[in-house]
Nanobody
Framework: QVQLVESGGGLVQAGGSLTLSCVES????????VAWFRQAPGKERELVAV????????RYSDSVQGRFTISINNAKSTVDLQMNSLKPEDTAVYYC?????????????????????WGQGTQVTVSS
């Protein structure tokens, strides 16, 4: 059974940094897409960043482009999200998600329904 576990959330002041990590129970994401989504209170879940475990694909939402970096930590078999220059509007529950599917449209990256496996989420709170 696939299980995703996130870590690294917390409280940080505006302008600060946090790094989130996501690990899969078998410590391999195979050739899947691995993404970070977030959901703020009263808002829909939105894609933050996604990559393909075997390489060649990386996408970011416009709101985090240039501030966040998604990457693979090969030593730990994790997908990390380095978040810099955090803003209060980045406050949300952040979810790791994974998809074994083939994405045929560029919009597929952004659709939560395209991801079959989800972590429990980790809270990120940015104070002003």
């Amino acid at each position: 059974q696939v299980q995703l576990v996130e870590s690294g959330g917390g409280l940080v002041q505006a302008g600060g940094s946090l790094t989130l990590s996501c690990v899969e129970s078998a410590r391999t994401f195979r050739s899947w897409y691995v993404a970070w989504f977030r959901q703020a209170p009263g808002k829909e879940r939105e894609l933050v960043a996604v990559l393909k475990w075997t390489g060649g694909v990386t996408r970011y939402s416009d709101s985090v482009q240039g501030r966040f970096t998604i990457s693979i930590n090969n030593a730990k078999s994790t997908v990390d999200l380095q978040m810099n220059s955090l803003k209060p509007e980045d406050t949300a529950v952040y979810y790791c998600a994974a998809s074994p599917r083939t994405f045929f449209s560029s919009m597929d990256y952004y659709r939560p329904s395209q991801y079959d496996y989800w972590g429990q989420g980790t809270q990120v709170t940015v104070s002003s």
